[in-house]
């Protein structure tokens, strides 16, 4: 079976989002889809771990931080009924990778071209804060995510600092090889990462239960981009604009070959 099936990556996500490892993120996931806020009070929160989301055979992936508490958290998708996906998604969508400018519920039709979006971690934590031990503990989701896509993944957005020092353990552990010393993120940065000479491919330990994924396909070289995060802060502020985001999707779009 070809190692980016999309029944590879199904079963990844079923299996991510019964993950109970890390009892902080599970209570307050799970105290948030109880106590809810006022504007969502009819709505039945997610109160799980978010997958990914987009194809299986996707040449960009976008790398987060972890779902908002009552965005993903409420919905089940990734960037899905809150600002920072307005954001994202508007621009995916003026570039030519999304198939609407919205994402308000995971039955809205959207659909990604090519484009896949992940985190590091996959719980909403406490004042969007994980700690070092549940990004840790997290990072075998990713790993085994990594392998299914290598494939196919030719480009990474990594969306702020702490997805980006998340990530690169990651990569190092997926097939590539990450240059030392790690190269520092910035707004624009792009660091190619060539394919490891001979990757581990035993599988990394989940922090659940069940059968793990390794792929066994050769990596491709790999280009990360670094982009400011898509936060509310960034955003209103003005650190991160609608051009200079649309700018680093296009440029890392067209490296994948998704875009002339």
Known sequence: MSTHSPAGLTDLDHRIAGCRACPRLVAWREEVARVKRAAFADWTYWGRPVPGFGPADARLLILGLAPAAHGGNR???????????????????????????????????????????????????????????????????????????????????????????????????AGWTVPRPRPAFAH??????????????????????????????????????GCFHVSQRNTFTGRLTPEMLRGVLRTAATTAGLLP
Not at 103 to 120: K, N, Q, W
Not at 121 to 142: F, Q
Not at 157 to 163: D, I, P, S
Not at 190 to 211: C, F, H
Request: net charge negative.
């Open 75 to 173: 919905t089940g998708r990734m960037f899905t009924g809150d600002r920072s996906g307005d954001v994202l998604y508007r621009a995916l969508y003026d570039v030519g990778l999304a198939s609407q400018p919205e994402a308000v519920t995971v039955d809205d039709g959207l659909e990604l071209y090519g484009v896949r979006i992940t985190s590091p971690v996959h719980c909403a934590p406490p004042e969007n804060k994980p700690t070092p031990t549940e990004r840790d503990t997290c990072r075998a989701w990713l790993v085994q995510e990594l392998r299914l896509l290598r494939p196919t993944v030719r480009a990474v957005v990594v969306l702020g600092a702490f997805g980006w020092q998340a990530a690169l353990p990651a990569f190092a552990e």
């Open 188 to 225: 624009g940065v792009r660091v190619t990462l060539a394919p490891a000479e001979a990757p581990a491919e035993a599988p990394t330990e989940a922090p659940t239960e069940g059968p793990t994924t390794a792929a066994t396909d050769v990596a491709a070289p790999l280009d990360l981009f």
